[in-house]
């Protein structure tokens, strides 16, 4: 007959494993849950965080794309003012022609972020007037209302006091 020793079998209502060895057992537990559930939640953030940055880096990449195009159309502006020459016009209007797909290409890409289109607005609106006077002066030079260097001159030195803060806009 097998003798039962008071050790193999617990009494009723007593635990299997003593204190001492189960709430070590159940703290690891919770810990690894919340360990668990901080790597998920920071694996999450930072997902978000990475494709926000991807999201500016192109965003940058495209105004930096716009901004070197609106810098060609106003180098063939120039170009054209101080040699008359009509090989100017043609880079002239390339570069006018695409700066409308690059700004409609920037405020899709800035559909979500109200604060990024407004100032993306204003920057058409800036880059409108420019056009503008740019195309102004291309016909002024065609009338030949102006001596070549001229608007060039007064550009110049408008772009200078504007830097120093002595004129507006």
Same mark, same amino acid.
């Given at each position: 007959?097998?003798s039962?020793t008071p050790?193999?079998?617990?009494?009723?209502?007593?635990?299997l494993?003593?204190a001492? /060895?189960?709430?070590? =057992?159940v703290?690891?537990a919770?810990?690894?849950?919340a360990?668990?559930?901080?790597?998920?939640?920071s694996?999450r953030?930072?997902s978000?965080?990475?494709?926000?940055?991807?999201h500016? %880096?192109?965003l940058?990449?495209? /105004?930096l $794309? %716009?901004?070197?195009t609106?810098v060609e159309?106003?180098t063939?502006?120039?170009?054209?003012l101080?040699?008359r020459?009509?090989?100017? =016009?043609?880079?002239?209007?390339?570069?006018v022609?695409a700066?409308?797909p690059?700004q409609r290409? =920037?405020l899709? /890409?800035?559909?979500?972020?109200? $604060?990024?289109?407004?100032r993306l607005t204003?920057l058409?609106? %800036?880059?409108?007037l420019k =056009?503008s006077e740019m195309?102004?002066t291309i016909?002024?030079?065609?009338?030949?209302e102006f001596?070549?260097?001229e608007?060039?001159?007064?550009e110049r030195s408008?772009?200078?006091?504007?830097l /120093?803060g002595l004129?507006?806009?």
């Amino acid at each position: 007959m097998a003798s039962s020793t008071p050790e193999n079998k617990s009494a009723p209502g007593q635990a299997l494993l003593p204190a001492r /060895l189960w709430l070590p =057992l159940v703290v690891a537990a919770v810990v690894s849950v919340a360990i668990l559930v901080v790597a998920e939640l920071s694996q999450r953030w930072f997902s978000g965080a990475q494709a926000g940055i991807g999201h500016g %880096l192109i965003l940058r990449a495209k /105004l930096l $794309q %716009l901004e070197k195009t609106v810098v060609e159309a106003e180098t063939a502006q120039r170009g054209y003012l101080l040699s008359r020459k009509p090989a100017y =016009l043609e880079p002239f209007q390339r570069s006018v022609e695409a700066i409308r797909p690059q700004q409609r290409a =920037l405020l899709d /890409l800035a559909y979500q972020d109200k $604060q990024v289109r407004d100032r993306l607005t204003e920057l058409s609106e %800036l880059i409108a007037l420019k =056009l503008s006077e740019m195309e102004r002066t291309i016909k002024l030079a065609n009338a030949e209302e102006f001596e070549r260097g001229e608007i060039v001159r007064n550009e110049r030195s408008r772009k200078q006091l504007r830097l /120093l803060g002595l004129i507006e806009g």
